[in-house]
């Protein structure tokens, strides 16, 4: 799972929601809940609370702040102490509400910068940072904290400090990306980097009492070794540590495994180094067994504690899954399916005789899925990474695990690791058993999804994971008998339309002011609810696309959000205002005019890509009627094609495909030439990136070859759709058309979303279906499988969003997304994604998005939509 998302699981199981919204009540510090002091305000702020002097005035706008780290168990006492200094110095500070926010801030997977945050006072001069380090260092120092990796230590800790804003800041990278900003001496905005590494803008003022403190190493020694050992390169980051690759001074290389301690907290309250020192005791039990890395030595550098072990040659298994697994490949033969079978069943024969030889042993491996399983150069296989290892008499309480891989009511060791083994087999042919947690019926489906697609799994081999997966109570239900062949892919139906929007209505929450519908962890960014990608304009979109009128409720929560939008948020037409002021301009809603006035008077977005940018805006402008506007803006974004750093993330969403509708609707528009010119030069932007792997058209992107609609080659299809007909011949667009396509016509998809997922891929499908009929049939089994990705919840549908973890109703990764491609698979060439496409209407005129397809304008040549 992407680290990312872990602190959105902790408050809700069923959607992403923000740590704030937890249930913590039980375990509020005294201080969270007592009265405020006279000539003291309190303020909340998520999971913070601010005490501030009534008198304190305005704050500077950045400067060094100071911040104290606490374990769960001193946190108390450490809040306390801090108050006691910031009282007497009259300091604004804030501090975490509770000892449950404490211990979710700083788990195995925390954000690694910002963990261990605990308190944090805003010294306005140099006197009171002064002052304020020397009283807390006073009454604090040798308190057990983790090491706020960002910050620089004072002294023993754990008192540290960092220049950064005090106030919240923003500031746009090249490629559409607001982040927190500083403000540079000449007043301009510049990010604020909060990397884990203690880092100082150059222009930063530094006081002279720091400067012997900011000169002090960070415990790698003089010659960049750690213990003796030379670091090469780093292979893992958590929040617990690192793993790196070393070389000993022999030159043999090793595996150096760090533990931070009070860090990388797990369920139990175990830190890294507990886990740490486990591992050791496992891999000293097992020094006989040949799939198990030797260990070398243990030492600890500074206050970090580090295991030497043996490198393990090879790759880990999920990354051969990645590369080889057939069915993410258009139409693969029976002999690639054979042997990958073949592979696949050999690899994981071993693993089951490597986790017998372990029970044998007397120990449980605790974390097996499929990046503990390295698959060495001559094909053995090792398993790594045993710090959740156990006795297989004991009694197995959950505390960390892959999800998919995992059963929490397995209290059994040794069956936990069986369960955990049945679900590697199914996860290596049906790599989606993460479904599973929020909809158990799904393993019958992913079962036929594996058995039929890989007919040559021996039946042996199938019947063990089977018995393997039904040691989960919640899974043994929907396993099929004994011989029996479940009902799955082939046999289901798209999912229900209907079901989808009761379920988008059933989950809205009007009574509150973050959010109307929940979505992805994106959607809670400043300004995110505001656009169409994560927000309500997105969903009622949807709404409106399936023929059901928004409620008038949740028009009017829209607009008064809108209303309140601050003026440095964001702005763009899918992240943020822009997105408002297009639904309600479509809805005829009076607000929708009052927010075209705002953007129009700026500030804009400087990236000119549809997403966040000037290509979306418009797109609201030509939508409004403003073509003037629209077209000025249009010429802004013509004048940035191809310029270096730019939109370099190929696709619709955050490349030059984006801008390439917005110019041949212009071309359309004004019947100017030169358009059309500039749409074919930004399509070529993205064909840079274009990759062809036998036959399927793909675009390298953010390290990977990817096909999808916001990022990869189906949001360059929909461009090359676009284009006027002489421009389309000049970049091939049925060639291009045609391997996206094909790119995307493949039997496994992980995410179910229309941005980055199947639904998006089906989109794509429905529109190509008017220069490639033939599709159909790939089309209908992308709908059907969509079933695969949704979920039932209280008696309605949702879609399992980014990530699998949780539901999501938004439209770039839920329900709202999935609606839109089966309203556009059932009317192929409808436009239903603003900026998706070169018509000016929405839905195109003379057919409603449940009507007719027949009558579709073909002017020219030109794919019209």
């Given at each position: 799972?992407?680290?990312?998302?872990?602190?959105?699981?902790?408050?809700?199981?069923?959607?992403y929601?923000?740590?704030?919204?937890?249930?913590?009540?039980?375990?509020?510090?005294?201080?969270?809940?007592?009265?405020?002091?006279?000539?003291?305000?309190?303020?909340?702020?998520?999971?913070?609370?601010?005490?501030?002097?009534?008198?304190?005035?305005k704050?500077?706008?950045?400067?060094?702040k100071i911040?104290?780290?606490?374990?769960?168990?001193a946190?108390?006492?450490?809040?306390?102490?801090?108050?006691?200094?910031c009282?007497?110095?009259?300091?604004?500070?804030?501090?975490?509400?509770?000892?449950?926010?404490v211990?979710?801030?700083?788990?195995?997977?925390?954000?690694?910068?910002?963990?261990?945050?605990?308190?944090?006072?805003?010294?306005?001069?140099?006197?009171?940072?002064?002052?304020?380090?020397?009283?807390?260092?006073?009454?604090?120092?040798?308190?057990?904290?983790?090491y706020?990796?960002?910050?620089?230590?004072?002294?023993?800790?754990?008192?540290?400090?960092?220049?950064?804003?005090?106030?919240?800041?923003?500031?746009?990278l090249?490629?559409?990306?607001?982040?927190?900003?500083?403000?540079?001496?000449?007043?301009?905005?510049?990010?604020?980097?909060?990397?884990?590494?203690?880092?100082?803008?150059?222009?930063?003022?530094?006081?002279?009492?720091?400067?012997?403190?900011?000169?002090?190493?960070?415990?790698?020694?003089?010659d960049?070794?750690?213990?003796?050992?030379?670091v090469?390169?780093?292979?893992?980051?958590?929040?617990?540590?690192?793993?790196?690759?070393?070389?000993?001074?022999?030159?043999?290389?090793?595996?150096l495994?760090?533990?931070?301690?009070?860090?990388?907290?797990?369920?139990?309250?175990?830190?890294?180094?507990d886990?740490?020192r486990?591992?050791?005791?496992?891999?000293a039990?097992?020094?006989?067994?040949?799939?198990?890395?030797?260990?070398?030595?243990?030492?600890?550098?500074?206050?970090?504690?580090?295991?030497?072990m043996?490198?393990?040659?090879?790759?880990?298994?999920?990354t051969w899954?990645?590369?080889?697994?057939?069915?993410t490949?258009?139409?693969?033969?029976?002999?690639?399916?054979?042997?990958?079978?073949a592979?696949?069943?050999?690899?994981?024969?071993?693993?089951e005789?490597?986790?017998?030889?372990?029970?044998?042993?007397?120990?449980a491996?605790?974390d097996?899925?499929?990046?503990?399983?390295?698959?060495?150069?001559?094909?053995?296989v090792a398993?790594?990474?045993?710090?959740?290892?156990?006795?297989?008499?004991?009694?197995r309480?959950?505390?960390l695990?892959?999800?998919g891989?995992?059963?929490?009511?397995?209290?059994?060791?040794?069956?936990?690791?069986?369960?955990?083994?049945?679900?590697?087999?199914?996860?290596?042919?049906?790599?989606?058993?993460?479904?599973?947690?929020?909809?158990?019926a799904?393993?019958?489906?992913l079962?036929?999804?594996?058995?039929t697609?890989?007919?040559?799994?021996?039946?042996?081999?199938?019947?063990?994971?089977?018995?393997?997966?039904?040691?989960s109570?919640?899974?043994?239900?929907?396993?099929?008998?004994?011989?029996?062949?479940?009902?799955?892919?082939?046999?289901?139906?798209?999912?229900?339309?209907?079901?989808?929007?009761?379920?988008?209505?059933?989950?809205?929450?009007?009574?509150?002011?973050?959010?109307?519908?929940p979505?992805?962890?994106?959607?809670?960014r400043?300004?995110?609810?505001?656009?169409?990608?994560?927000?309500?304009?997105?969903?009622l979109?949807?709404?409106?696309?399936?023929?059901?009128?928004?409620?008038?409720?949740?028009?009017?929560w829209l607009?008064?959000?809108?209303?309140?939008?601050?003026?440095?948020?964001?702005?763009?037409?899918?992240?943020?205002?822009?997105?408002?002021?297009?639904?309600?301009?479509?809805?005829?809603?009076?607000?929708?005019?009052?927010?075209?006035?705002?953007?129009?008077?700026?500030?804009?977005p400087?990236?000119?890509?549809?997403?966040?940018?000037?290509?979306?805006?418009?797109h609201?402008?030509?939508?409004?009627?403003?073509?003037?506007?629209?077209?000025?803006?249009?010429?802004?974004?013509?004048?940035?094609?191809?310029?270096?750093?730019?939109?370099?993330?190929p696709g619709?969403?955050?490349?030059?495909?984006?801008?390439?509708?917005?110019?041949?609707?212009?071309?359309?528009?004004?019947?100017?030439?030169?358009?059309?010119?500039?749409?074919?030069?930004?399509?070529?932007?993205?064909?840079?990136?274009?990759?062809?792997?036998?036959?399927?058209?793909?675009?390298?992107?953010?390290?990977r070859?990817?096909?999808?609609?916001?990022?990869?080659?189906?949001?360059?299809?929909l461009?090359?759709?676009?284009?006027?007909?002489?421009?389309?011949?000049?970049?091939?667009?049925?060639?291009?058309?045609?391997?996206?396509?094909?790119a995307?016509?493949?039997r496994?998809?992980?995410?179910?979303?229309?941005?980055?997922?199947?639904?998006?891929?089906?989109?794509?499908?429905?529109?190509?279906?008017?220069?490639?009929?033939?599709?159909?049939g790939?089309?209908?089994d992308?709908?059907?499988?969509?079933?695969?990705?949704?979920?039932?919840?209280d008696?309605?549908?949702?879609?399992?969003?980014?990530?699998?973890?949780?539901?999501?109703?938004?439209?770039?990764?839920?329900?709202?997304?999935?609606?839109?491609?089966?309203?556009?698979?059932?009317?192929?060439?409808?436009?239903?994604?603003?900026?998706?496409?070169?018509?000016q209407?929405?839905p195109?005129?003379?057919?409603?998005?449940?009507?007719?397809?027949?009558?579709?304008?073909?002017?020219?040549?030109?794919?019209?939509?």
């Amino acid at each position: 799972m992407d680290p990312r998302y872990e602190a959105f699981t902790i408050a809700d199981p069923v959607w992403y929601e923000p740590l704030d919204r937890c249930a913590d009540s039980r375990s509020r510090f005294s201080l969270s809940d007592g009265d405020v002091p006279e000539g003291w305000r309190r303020i909340e702020e998520g999971v913070w609370e601010f005490l501030v002097p009534a008198d304190a005035g305005k704050l500077p706008e950045q400067g060094w702040k100071i911040h104290v780290s606490a374990t769960p168990e001193a946190a108390e006492r450490t809040i306390e102490s801090a108050w006691e200094v910031c009282r007497r110095l009259r300091l604004p500070w804030k501090f975490l509400r509770s000892r449950h926010i404490v211990t979710a801030m700083n788990t195995k997977y925390a954000h690694r910068a910002s963990s261990g945050k605990t308190v944090t006072v805003y010294p306005r001069t140099e006197g009171e940072l002064r002052e304020a380090l020397e009283e807390l260092d006073k009454v604090l120092r040798g308190r057990p904290g983790p090491y706020v990796l960002s910050d620089h230590r004072w002294n023993e800790g754990p008192v540290s400090v960092r220049y950064g804003a005090f106030a919240l800041m923003w500031c746009e990278l090249a490629d559409g990306t607001r982040v927190p900003a500083l403000r540079d001496p000449d007043r301009r905005l510049v990010p604020d980097h909060r990397r884990p590494a203690f880092s100082l803008p150059d222009w930063a003022p530094v006081p002279d009492f720091l400067a012997e403190h900011l000169a002090a190493d960070n415990g790698m020694a003089g010659d960049g070794t750690l213990g003796g050992y030379r670091v090469l390169k780093a292979l893992h980051f958590s929040n617990g540590g690192g793993v790196y690759l070393a070389e000993a001074g022999d030159g043999r290389q090793v595996v150096l495994k760090e533990a931070r301690p009070h860090a990388g907290l797990d369920g139990s309250g175990a830190d890294a180094v507990d886990r740490l020192r486990t591992e050791e005791s496992v891999l000293a039990k097992l020094s006989h067994l040949p799939f198990v890395p030797r260990q070398y030595e243990s030492f600890t550098v500074w206050e970090h504690r580090y295991l030497a072990m043996e490198y393990v040659e090879g790759e880990a298994f999920n990354t051969w899954l990645g590369r080889d697994y057939p069915l993410t490949r258009y139409r693969p033969s029976d002999r690639a399916r054979e042997d990958f079978a073949a592979l696949a069943v050999d690899r994981l024969r071993q693993v089951e005789s490597h986790v017998t030889a372990m029970h044998e042993a007397g120990l449980a491996f605790g974390d097996l899925h499929h990046r503990n399983i390295l698959i060495r150069p001559d094909g053995t296989v090792a398993l790594v990474d045993f710090e959740l290892a156990m006795p297989v008499d004991s009694v197995r309480t959950l505390t960390l695990g892959a999800p998919g891989f995992t059963d929490p009511t397995i209290t059994d060791p040794r069956e936990a690791d069986l369960f955990a083994l049945g679900c590697c087999q199914l996860a290596a042919f049906a790599p989606l058993t993460v479904l599973t947690l929020r909809n158990p019926a799904v393993v019958a489906p992913l079962i036929e999804l594996a058995t039929t697609s890989f007919p040559t799994l021996p039946p042996e081999f199938v019947r063990q994971m089977l018995e393997r997966l039904a040691l989960s109570p919640a899974l043994r239900p929907h396993l099929p008998a004994a011989g029996s062949a479940p009902v799955g892919v082939a046999a289901s139906t798209a999912p229900s339309t209907a079901a989808l929007l009761r379920g988008i209505s059933d989950a809205a929450d009007p009574g509150r002011t973050d959010r109307l519908f929940p979505g992805d962890v994106a959607g809670h960014r400043p300004g995110a609810p505001l656009g169409l990608a994560y927000g309500a304009p997105g969903v009622l979109l949807a709404q409106l696309a399936a023929g059901a009128e928004p409620s008038a409720e949740h028009v009017e929560w829209l607009a008064r959000s809108a209303s309140r939008a601050p003026s440095d948020g964001a702005r763009g037409l899918y992240d943020g205002l822009a997105g408002s002021a297009w639904l309600l301009h479509r809805q005829g809603h009076a607000q929708a005019a009052n927010l075209i006035d705002r953007l129009l008077d700026g500030p804009l977005p400087a990236s000119p890509g549809l997403f966040g940018g000037l290509t979306g805006i418009a797109h609201l402008f030509l939508d409004a009627d403003l073509k003037d506007e629209g077209i000025r803006l249009a010429e802004r974004v013509r004048e940035l094609v191809g310029r270096p750093g730019l939109l370099d993330r190929p696709g619709l969403m955050n490349g030059w495909s984006g801008p390439a509708v917005l110019f041949a609707r212009c071309a359309r528009a004004t019947g100017d030439v030169e358009w059309a010119q500039a749409a074919e030069r930004a399509v070529r932007c993205d064909l840079r990136f274009a990759r062809d792997l036998d036959g399927m058209l793909q675009m390298h992107s953010s390290n990977r070859l990817l096909p999808y609609l916001a990022e990869g080659s189906g949001g360059v299809a929909l461009a090359a759709l676009a284009l006027p007909a002489a421009q389309a011949e000049a970049v091939n667009a049925d060639a291009i058309v045609a391997g996206a396509v094909s790119a995307g016509a493949v039997r496994l998809v992980v995410q179910g979303g229309l941005f980055s997922g199947r639904a998006g891929l089906a989109y794509v499908l429905s529109h190509a279906l008017l220069r490639l009929p033939d599709r159909r049939g790939e089309l209908d089994d992308h709908l059907r499988a969509l079933a695969l990705h949704v979920a039932p919840h209280d008696g309605a549908q949702v879609l399992h969003g980014d990530q699998l973890v949780r539901l999501s109703t938004d439209l770039a990764t839920g329900s709202a997304g999935a609606i839109i491609a089966l309203k556009a698979a059932q009317t192929p060439g409808s436009c239903l994604l603003p900026g998706g496409h070169s018509t000016q209407e929405w839905p195109p005129a003379g057919r409603t998005a449940t009507g007719d397809p027949t009558g579709l304008d073909r002017e020219g040549g030109d794919f019209a939509c």
